[in-house]
């Protein structure tokens, strides 16, 4: 059984002409231990389907279900045993922490309020431990300083060693290393991945950094939404090395790269038009439709395609192309280079 | 783009050195002690080329960006050093201008993309009257010649022009804001452009329209430009040159090449390999232990020594200055053979 199922999950916000949905019918599954990767542009509904995720709001249609359970229909008891074991680490460590709170008070106070830790002295042992593991070390350091004494990612340490203090088997990060420094980055996904392996807590990951996903989900999946809806999901490995997708190939080719070479070579997918449409106004059939180099007119206008599984694993909500691979960096003529290489080693595993 | 012809741009590719940065210190007051953001820096600005000035949040590329057009907040003081601009065979200290000087040289010889767009602009005033304002205010009489000049550009930088030139910026998407920016700041001709995180929190799809917008600005009408980023993918698109920034000072300084093959500064490297790509197969990715230093209160000796994997006790002591490390290649390191020999086995790049 999967942790977490969404069950064609919509949410709208507003009334009337203002009514805009911003997830629309999406649908997937997290297995226990996985990393699902949650990525698209800012609109796309990411953040939102995350809110669902842990509970922090409602759909307005489908279902949640955690181990199987749907969440709308849970008890009592049965809500609270979930919310424990869901924990969401938001963007800004700025903004999610009590400025009049020490690094103590906001990791001692939670384990003894929900009876994870026996009295002052555990409490404050655990803490040390907790610091410990989100490589806040010397703990003792941290233990008494207020968030304005820490950096950035000094932080969102503190964050993840709060959101740790209830045992969550499963953790929202949503664009949780997108405000640190990039010096800093890597460690504070490398701290997140140690939690993965030691800890079995399932990720659901979500940023607009597509490199990032990649990094941070290798051996995970990744979901892409446009417009409220999943339009290709997959094994990480096969959506970014074969994306079939024509909004995630525009979407891989538009990532600036950090080599000269690379950016030199990488294929440019022309748009029909640069603009994203209005939510307010979203165009017939695909979303994506206006914008589409390869759009069939008659076709992609008038019906949403569905989201169908592929051979080669995940799911494509393109009829047109999803059967069609394209190679995302020019091939040189003389002889080949790094990238290269790796993409003619990528053997899709089914 | 009808639109792109009728632009006349009135600088030509020219030769020289537009602008030299001569040992530029900036001190920030603060109640704790001064900041040290810039200390000492020298660059040469050539014309035509593009340079990136990179590093991570405190390495004082902004502060040395507004340094060079003079809009820094009052706190902060230009402590020593000389901002030496030319044209036309004549030179200028920019430290020296007055402020009727300064107006002028804003916009007209210099101007500055700032990074976010929303904040730049005037919330009441129309694209239109913003950018007549601009031109009226260095001189321009010929109101007809300034819309004409205005909607070629707007046309220039992709927007559709006669819809653009009269919206409010708040009418306007974030992509477009950017756009509308550079075409303001592109209005006087100005010689040299200074570009601040110019694609920062802009969706992917729309950063990369203002990257290849750029390009085209660099490559076909030779501005010279300065960008200031954090982000090494910005550098590694549209940067002739790199500029590695750390604690206020260049670091490195080399070809865009030299700098993400053959880096010799241990931070250039750290940074390099702490961002990953996303095209190709998996790739391991290390981070720069620690964390960027207090400028009130800086290490001893090299800045990089409490970060550093070939930190040795001179390093802590003594402060390298940048020596050449190749052609045209520049790094403050007394490592720096070290970084190429462990290059020589861990190279960065089969290119």
Redesign the interface.
Known sequence: MALIELQNVSRAFGKGDERVVAVDTVSFTIEEGDVLCLVG??GCGKSTTGKMVAGLLEPTAGQVLFDGQDIAKMDKQAFQRYRHAVQIIHQDPYASLNPTQTVRQMITRPLLRHKKAKGREGAEAHAVELLEIVDLTPAEDFMNKYPHQL?G??RQRVSVARALTVEPRFIVADEAVSMV???????L??MLSRLKEEFDVTFLFIT?D???A??FA?QGRISVMYLGRIVEDGPTQRV??DPRHPYTQ???A??????????RR?R?IE?RS???PSLLDLPPGCTFNPRCPYVVTGECDVEVPPLDPIPEGGRVACPVRSSISIQ??EETPGGS???DA??S??QPDG | MSNESQLIWKHEAGSGTPLSLRNVHIIYGARKGDVQAVRGVDLDLRAGESIALIG??GSGKTTLGLGIVRLLVKSADISQGEIIYRRNGTEVNVLDLDKKELREFRWKECSMVFQSALNAFNPVLRVWDQMRDTAQSHGWKDKKAIRQRSLDLLGFV?LDAERVIDAYPHEL?G?MRQRVLIALSLLLDPQVLILDEPTTAL???????I??LLRKLKEEQHFTMIFIS????????LADRIATMYAGRIVELGS??DI??RPRHPYTL???R??????????E?????G??PDLIDLPSGCKFHPRCPYATDKCKTEEPDLVTVGREHEAACWHWREVEEELQTNPL???
């Open positions: 542009e800012s950096s990612g000094q420094d990039v010096s800093i980055r890597v460690s996904l490398n607009h597509l490199a990032l990649k990094y290798w970014v090395m525009a979407l891989l538009a990532v600036p790269e950090a080599d000269p070479e690379l950016a990488k440019r748009l640069a603009d994203i995302l960096v280079v790094h990238t790796d993409i080693q990528y | 991570e949040s992709q998407s992509g969706d992917i799809l729309t950063q990369r329209t990257i290849d954090h982000d090494l993918a910005i550098a590694a698109e865009a090449d993400f093959y750290g940074l390099i702490a961002v990953p790509k996303v095209v190709g197969g998996f790739q990715l290390f981070s720069i232990p964390s960027p790049h089969s290119v």
